[in-house]
């Protein structure tokens, strides 16, 4: 069964580092999003990607934070520079266009970042 | 802003016995969708089960069923049977549909005992 796919699964980085987390999502799927969950609190929407731009972003998306589609298959999530409240799990999703109308996300195993 | 609350931070429940998980929402829209969500110790996370606004019948996946009350803003799930693979986190979650953020809930942490 086709999958989201998530690189790496745990990230360790230096406050103020540059980070890039990685995600390859269905093949045939148009729409993608990033969530975060920081340990033991609920998943928080951080934006959504269609047609190569975003369709919506959170107020935790700031400047900071970018995405970028650079090919056909992978979907990035970059921080700048890292600060220690940035460390979470992040979720990459994804929906198919026949899925739209239904919503129906597919998440993928998340990286945990964890800034030092 | 559409909330979702989840007033059970832990339930548990004996193996194939029934649980059920509580979720209420708030929001203005009349067409939405909810979901719940699991979320093992893997913490990948799972869709269990989708419940349209607009339909009256309560969704079922097999053991998993929920209890849709649309006036009472309130969508709680339902596990009969419970197996030890059920132990997780289950998230409930809100979206207005097409390509629209989910709105999660902070969840309810399940123990299933032997």
């Known amino acids: 069964e086709p999958e989201v796919t998530q690189t790496p699964s745990h990230q360790v980085t230096q ?29 928080e929407f951080l934006v959504s990607f269609y047609n190569n731009e975003i369709s919506e972003k959170s107020e935790i998306f700031d400047d900071q934070f970018s995405v970028e ?3 056909g298959s992978n979907f990035t ?15 990459c999703a994804s929906v198919s266009q026949g899925m739209v109308a239904k919503n129906i996300q597919y998440f993928g195993a998340g ?3 964890s800034v030092l | 802003a559409q909330t979702v609350t989840q007033s059970q931070p ?27 969500y699991k979320q093992p110790p893997s913490r990948q996370m799972i869709l269990v089960i989708r419940q349209e606004a607009y339909k009256q019948q309560n969704a079922t996946e097999n053991r998993f069923s929920v209890n849709f009350q649309k006036a009472a803003k309130s969508f709680s799930l339902k596990i009969s049977d419970s197996q030890l693979g059920d132990a ?20 309810t942490k399940l123990t299933v005992n032997p």
Not at chain 2, 11 to 34: F, K
């Open chain 1, 77 to 91: 999530l970059k921080i700048r520079s890292t600060k220690l409240e940035d460390s979470a799990m992040y979720f």
């Open chain 2, 10 to 36: 832990e339930m548990s429940v004996q193996e194939a016995e029934t649980v059920t998980l509580s979720c209420t929402y708030d929001t203005s829209e009349s067409d939405y969708y909810l979901f719940w």
């Open chain 1, 69 to 71: 589609r650079p090919d």
């Open chain 1, 15 to 43: 406050m103020g580092q540059e980070v890039i987390l990685r995600c390859v999502p269905i093949s045939n799927h148009l729409y993608f999003y990033w969530y975060r969950q920081i340990l033991g609190q609920k998943v």
């Open chain 2, 88 to 107: 997780a986190m289950y998230f409930c979650a809100y979206t207005q549909g097409g390509s629209e953020k989910l709105v999660f809930g902070k969840g």
């Open chain 1, 111 to 113: 990286t945990r970042l």
